[in-house]
Protein backbone atom coordinates (compact mmCIF):
# COMPACT_ATOMS: atom_id res chain seq x y z
CA UNK A 1 0.00 0.00 0.00
CA UNK A 2 1.10 3.47 -0.81
CA UNK A 3 2.44 5.27 2.10
CA UNK A 4 -0.81 8.22 2.78
CA UNK A 5 0.71 10.86 5.29
CA UNK A 6 -2.90 12.91 5.25
CA UNK A 7 -6.80 12.27 4.94
CA UNK A 8 -6.99 12.19 1.42
CA UNK A 9 -8.81 9.18 0.27
CA UNK A 10 -6.95 7.19 -2.63
CA UNK A 11 -9.38 4.31 -4.37
CA UNK A 12 -7.95 1.06 -4.41
CA UNK A 13 -8.20 -2.41 -5.93
CA UNK A 14 -6.60 -6.33 -5.23
CA UNK A 15 -7.15 -9.61 -6.08
CA UNK A 16 -8.25 -11.72 -3.46
CA UNK A 17 -8.57 -15.42 -4.61
CA UNK A 18 -11.15 -15.25 -7.27
CA UNK A 19 -12.44 -11.77 -6.28
CA UNK A 20 -10.80 -8.19 -7.32
CA UNK A 21 -12.03 -6.21 -4.10
CA UNK A 22 -11.97 -2.33 -4.20
CA UNK A 23 -11.71 -0.19 -1.25
CA UNK A 24 -10.98 3.37 0.45
CA UNK A 25 -7.81 3.86 2.35
CA UNK A 26 -6.74 7.20 3.99
CA UNK A 27 -4.35 8.11 6.74
CA UNK A 28 -0.70 7.37 7.62
CA UNK A 29 -0.35 3.49 7.45
CA UNK A 30 1.80 3.28 10.50
CA UNK A 31 -1.08 4.75 12.55
CA UNK A 32 -3.58 2.24 14.23
CA UNK A 33 -5.44 0.88 11.67
CA UNK A 34 -9.71 1.01 11.82
CA UNK A 35 -11.13 -1.50 8.93
CA UNK A 36 -14.50 -0.25 7.86
CA UNK A 37 -17.44 -2.55 7.17
CA UNK A 38 -20.44 -1.58 5.22
CA UNK A 39 -23.84 -2.85 4.84
CA UNK A 40 -27.11 -3.37 3.16
CA UNK A 41 -27.60 -2.37 -0.09
CA UNK A 42 -24.14 0.17 0.27
CA UNK A 43 -20.70 0.15 -0.03
CA UNK A 44 -17.82 1.90 1.40
CA UNK A 45 -19.54 5.29 0.21
CA UNK A 46 -21.70 5.03 3.20
CA UNK A 47 -18.13 6.16 5.04
CA UNK A 48 -17.42 8.79 2.33
CA UNK A 49 -18.02 11.83 4.78
CA UNK A 50 -16.18 10.30 7.83
CA UNK A 51 -13.41 8.75 6.73
CA UNK A 52 -11.17 12.49 6.52
CA UNK A 53 -11.50 13.08 9.76
CA UNK A 54 -10.75 9.34 11.11
CA UNK A 55 -7.78 9.57 8.70
CA UNK A 56 -6.16 12.62 10.39
CA UNK A 57 -5.02 9.86 13.51
CA UNK A 58 -5.87 6.88 12.25
CA UNK A 59 -5.08 4.52 9.09
CA UNK A 60 -8.64 4.05 7.64
CA UNK A 61 -9.25 1.10 4.91
CA UNK A 62 -12.34 0.32 3.60
CA UNK A 63 -13.11 -2.82 1.51
CA UNK A 64 -16.70 -2.89 -0.87
CA UNK A 65 -18.07 -6.34 0.12
CA UNK A 66 -18.47 -8.81 -2.99
CA UNK A 67 -21.55 -8.21 -5.44
CA UNK A 68 -21.32 -4.28 -3.97
CA UNK A 69 -20.05 -0.90 -4.66
CA UNK A 70 -16.77 -1.43 -7.14
CA UNK A 71 -15.37 -4.61 -5.52
CA UNK A 72 -16.54 -7.72 -8.27
CA UNK A 73 -19.60 -9.54 -8.26
CA UNK A 74 -18.81 -13.16 -9.31
CA UNK A 75 -21.62 -14.66 -10.81
CA UNK A 76 -24.03 -16.77 -9.09
CA UNK A 77 -23.52 -20.53 -9.35
CA UNK A 78 -19.18 -19.30 -9.56
CA UNK A 79 -19.15 -17.56 -6.43
CA UNK A 80 -22.33 -18.43 -3.63
CA UNK A 81 -23.53 -15.02 -1.87
CA UNK A 82 -23.29 -16.10 1.50
CA UNK A 83 -21.82 -14.56 4.75
CA UNK A 84 -19.13 -16.89 5.36
CA UNK A 85 -18.13 -16.44 1.48
CA UNK A 86 -18.37 -12.16 2.19
CA UNK A 87 -16.35 -13.09 5.70
CA UNK A 88 -14.39 -15.58 3.99
CA UNK A 89 -13.29 -12.83 0.94
CA UNK A 90 -12.46 -9.99 3.33
CA UNK A 91 -10.47 -12.62 5.85
CA UNK A 92 -8.54 -13.15 2.26
CA UNK A 93 -8.58 -9.40 2.30
CA UNK A 94 -6.97 -8.33 5.31
CA UNK A 95 -4.56 -10.44 5.20
CA UNK A 96 -3.55 -9.73 1.18
CA UNK A 97 -2.91 -6.08 2.58
CA UNK A 98 -0.93 -7.15 5.20
CA UNK A 99 -2.70 -5.99 8.21
CA UNK A 100 -1.97 -7.81 11.72
CA UNK A 101 -4.03 -5.62 14.11
CA UNK A 102 -6.86 -3.32 13.55
CA UNK A 103 -10.12 -1.97 14.78
CA UNK A 104 -13.39 -2.55 13.40
CA UNK A 105 -16.30 -0.62 12.74
CA UNK A 106 -19.40 -2.85 11.12
CA UNK A 107 -22.66 -1.83 10.43
CA UNK A 108 -25.57 -3.85 9.02
CA UNK A 109 -24.16 -6.75 6.98
CA UNK A 110 -20.66 -5.49 8.14
CA UNK A 111 -21.74 -6.87 12.03
CA UNK A 112 -22.11 -10.78 10.93
CA UNK A 113 -18.84 -10.32 8.45
CA UNK A 114 -16.57 -8.42 11.27
CA UNK A 115 -18.23 -10.42 14.34
CA UNK A 116 -16.62 -13.90 12.14
CA UNK A 117 -13.64 -12.22 11.49
CA UNK A 118 -13.46 -11.23 14.65
CA UNK A 119 -14.46 -14.41 16.77
CA UNK A 120 -12.11 -16.75 14.15
CA UNK A 121 -9.59 -14.16 14.84
CA UNK A 122 -9.45 -13.04 17.90
CA UNK A 123 -5.76 -11.57 18.20
CA UNK A 124 -6.17 -9.58 15.03
CA UNK A 125 -8.93 -7.45 16.48
CA UNK A 126 -7.95 -4.49 19.03
CA UNK A 127 -11.98 -2.60 19.59
CA UNK A 128 -15.33 -2.73 17.74
CA UNK A 129 -17.36 -0.15 16.74
CA UNK A 130 -20.99 -1.01 16.21
CA UNK A 131 -23.34 1.60 14.42
CA UNK A 132 -26.28 -0.25 14.14
CA UNK A 133 -24.73 -3.65 13.70
CA UNK A 134 -26.90 -6.41 15.55
CA UNK A 135 -25.76 -9.68 17.15
CA UNK A 136 -28.50 -10.14 19.65
CA UNK A 137 -32.06 -11.58 18.83
CA UNK A 138 -33.76 -8.36 21.24
CA UNK A 139 -32.22 -6.17 18.38
CA UNK A 140 -34.02 -7.78 15.40
CA UNK A 141 -37.60 -6.13 14.89
CA UNK A 142 -40.68 -6.82 13.26
CA UNK A 143 -39.61 -5.50 9.71
CA UNK A 144 -37.87 -9.11 9.31
CA UNK A 145 -41.30 -10.88 9.87
CA UNK A 146 -41.28 -11.64 6.05
CA UNK A 147 -37.51 -12.51 5.86
CA UNK A 148 -38.07 -14.72 8.30
CA UNK A 149 -40.80 -16.37 6.91
CA UNK A 150 -38.70 -17.15 3.83
CA UNK A 151 -35.76 -18.75 6.50
CA UNK A 152 -38.44 -20.81 7.84
CA UNK A 153 -39.82 -21.91 4.23
CA UNK A 154 -37.59 -20.72 1.52
CA UNK A 155 -40.35 -20.96 -1.59
CA UNK A 156 -40.33 -19.08 -4.52
CA UNK A 157 -43.03 -17.88 -3.40
CA UNK A 158 -41.65 -16.33 -0.25
CA UNK A 159 -38.67 -15.45 -1.74
CA UNK A 160 -40.62 -13.33 -4.84
CA UNK A 161 -42.00 -11.79 -1.99
CA UNK A 162 -39.02 -10.33 -0.69
CA UNK A 163 -38.58 -8.57 -3.96
CA UNK A 164 -40.00 -5.52 -2.43
CA UNK A 165 -37.39 -4.76 -0.36
CA UNK A 166 -35.09 -3.94 -3.44
CA UNK A 167 -37.34 -1.77 -4.87
CA UNK A 168 -36.24 2.32 -5.25
CA UNK A 169 -39.25 3.03 -2.67
CA UNK A 170 -37.71 0.65 -0.30
CA UNK A 171 -34.25 2.22 -0.44
CA UNK A 172 -35.56 5.66 0.39
CA UNK A 173 -37.63 4.19 3.36
CA UNK A 174 -34.62 2.80 4.58
CA UNK A 175 -32.67 6.31 4.26
CA UNK A 176 -35.78 8.38 5.37
CA UNK A 177 -37.63 6.25 8.23
CA UNK A 178 -37.09 7.42 11.54
CA UNK A 179 -35.37 10.63 10.65
CA UNK A 180 -36.51 13.63 11.92
CA UNK A 181 -38.09 16.16 9.51
CA UNK A 182 -35.67 18.73 10.15
CA UNK A 183 -32.35 16.38 9.25
CA UNK A 184 -33.82 14.56 6.10
CA UNK A 185 -32.43 17.40 4.07
CA UNK A 186 -28.94 16.06 5.44
CA UNK A 187 -29.63 13.21 3.36
CA UNK A 188 -28.08 12.94 0.14
CA UNK A 189 -30.01 11.87 -2.63
CA UNK A 190 -26.73 10.66 -4.58
CA UNK A 191 -26.41 8.00 -1.69
CA UNK A 192 -29.91 6.93 -2.61
CA UNK A 193 -28.85 6.67 -6.06
CA UNK A 194 -25.94 4.91 -5.27
CA UNK A 195 -27.82 2.08 -3.45
CA UNK A 196 -30.06 1.79 -5.81
CA UNK A 197 -27.78 1.11 -8.60
CA UNK A 198 -26.57 -1.91 -6.80
CA UNK A 199 -29.61 -3.47 -5.91
CA UNK A 200 -30.74 -3.39 -9.75
CA UNK A 201 -27.28 -5.35 -11.05
CA UNK A 202 -28.55 -8.31 -10.20
CA UNK A 203 -31.42 -8.82 -7.32
CA UNK A 204 -31.01 -12.51 -6.97
CA UNK A 205 -27.59 -11.89 -5.45
CA UNK A 206 -29.48 -9.82 -2.82
CA UNK A 207 -32.42 -12.79 -2.17
CA UNK A 208 -29.72 -15.44 -1.74
CA UNK A 209 -28.27 -13.22 0.94
CA UNK A 210 -31.45 -12.23 2.90
CA UNK A 211 -32.14 -15.93 2.98
CA UNK A 212 -28.57 -17.09 4.15
CA UNK A 213 -29.46 -14.09 7.35
CA UNK A 214 -30.63 -16.72 9.12
CA UNK A 215 -26.98 -18.17 9.28
CA UNK A 216 -25.82 -15.02 11.48
CA UNK A 217 -28.94 -15.62 14.01
CA UNK A 218 -27.69 -19.12 14.13
CA UNK A 219 -24.19 -17.57 15.73
CA UNK A 220 -25.22 -14.57 17.45
CA UNK A 221 -24.41 -17.21 21.05
CA UNK A 222 -20.88 -18.30 19.59
CA UNK A 223 -20.45 -14.10 19.10
CA UNK A 224 -21.40 -13.86 22.64
CA UNK A 225 -19.37 -16.16 24.12
CA UNK A 226 -16.50 -14.25 21.91
CA UNK A 227 -17.21 -10.88 23.58
CA UNK A 228 -17.75 -12.57 27.03
CA UNK A 229 -14.22 -14.48 26.84
CA UNK A 230 -11.90 -11.76 25.00
CA UNK A 231 -13.83 -8.45 26.01
CA UNK A 232 -12.63 -6.14 22.97
CA UNK A 233 -13.49 -2.62 23.84
CA UNK A 234 -17.38 -2.09 22.41
CA UNK A 235 -18.85 1.19 21.35
CA UNK A 236 -22.30 1.20 19.80
CA UNK A 237 -23.61 3.99 18.30
CA UNK A 238 -27.34 3.74 16.98
CA UNK A 239 -29.51 4.83 15.04
CA UNK A 240 -32.82 4.32 17.90
CA UNK A 241 -35.73 4.59 15.06
CA UNK A 242 -33.87 2.35 12.78
CA UNK A 243 -36.98 0.06 11.84
CA UNK A 244 -34.89 -3.02 11.46
CA UNK A 245 -32.25 -3.17 14.34
CA UNK A 246 -33.97 -1.69 17.59
CA UNK A 247 -32.06 0.45 20.09
CA UNK A 248 -32.44 -3.16 22.55
CA UNK A 249 -29.42 -4.43 20.42
CA UNK A 250 -27.45 -1.84 21.25
CA UNK A 251 -27.75 -1.88 25.28
CA UNK A 252 -27.34 -5.25 24.38
CA UNK A 253 -23.62 -5.49 24.34
CA UNK A 254 -23.38 -4.74 27.87
CA UNK A 255 -24.69 -8.10 28.81
CA UNK A 256 -21.62 -9.53 27.59
CA UNK A 257 -19.30 -6.63 27.81
CA UNK A 258 -20.46 -4.45 30.98
CA UNK A 259 -18.20 -1.55 29.99
CA UNK A 260 -19.87 -1.33 26.49
CA UNK A 261 -20.45 1.87 25.38
CA UNK A 262 -23.97 2.77 24.27
CA UNK A 263 -25.14 6.40 22.53
CA UNK A 264 -28.86 6.53 20.94
CA UNK A 265 -28.99 8.95 18.56
CA UNK A 266 -32.57 10.87 17.11
CA UNK A 267 -31.98 9.25 13.49
CA UNK A 268 -32.89 6.48 11.04
CA UNK A 269 -30.36 3.37 10.11
CA UNK A 270 -28.30 5.47 8.06
CA UNK A 271 -27.33 7.60 11.54
CA UNK A 272 -23.98 8.64 9.51
CA UNK A 273 -25.98 10.30 7.08
CA UNK A 274 -27.39 12.77 9.64
CA UNK A 275 -24.96 12.77 12.75
CA UNK A 276 -21.66 12.09 11.07
CA UNK A 277 -19.96 14.57 13.19
CA UNK A 278 -21.16 13.76 16.54
CA UNK A 279 -20.50 9.66 15.99
CA UNK A 280 -16.67 10.43 14.38
CA UNK A 281 -15.81 12.43 17.61
CA UNK A 282 -17.13 9.29 19.45
CA UNK A 283 -14.78 7.28 17.67
CA UNK A 284 -11.84 9.19 18.18
CA UNK A 285 -12.12 9.61 21.94
CA UNK A 286 -13.21 6.02 22.41
CA UNK A 287 -10.10 4.69 20.20
CA UNK A 288 -7.60 7.08 21.65
CA UNK A 289 -8.83 5.22 25.37
CA UNK A 290 -8.67 2.18 23.76
CA UNK A 291 -5.83 1.28 21.45
CA UNK A 292 -3.42 3.84 21.62
Known sequence: ??????????????????????????????????????????????YRNIIPKLAEKYHIVAPDLPG?????????????YTFHNLYKTIEGFVGAISLERFAIMIFDYGAPVG???AANNPDMVSAIITQNGNMYEEGLLDAWEPTRKYWENPSQENRDNLRVLLKPESTQYQYHHGVPESHLLLISPDSIAHDQSILDRDC???????GDYKSNVALYPEWQRYLRTYKPPVLATWGKNDPFFGPAGAEAFKK?????????????????????????????????RNIE
Open 1 to 46: MSNIINKAVAHHTIQVGDVKVFYREAGDITAPTLLLLHGFPSSSHM
Open 68 to 80: FGWTEAPKRGVFE
Open 115 to 117: FRL
Open 204 to 210: DIQLDLF
Open 256 to 288: DVPDAEVHLFDTGHFALETHGGEISDLIIKFLA
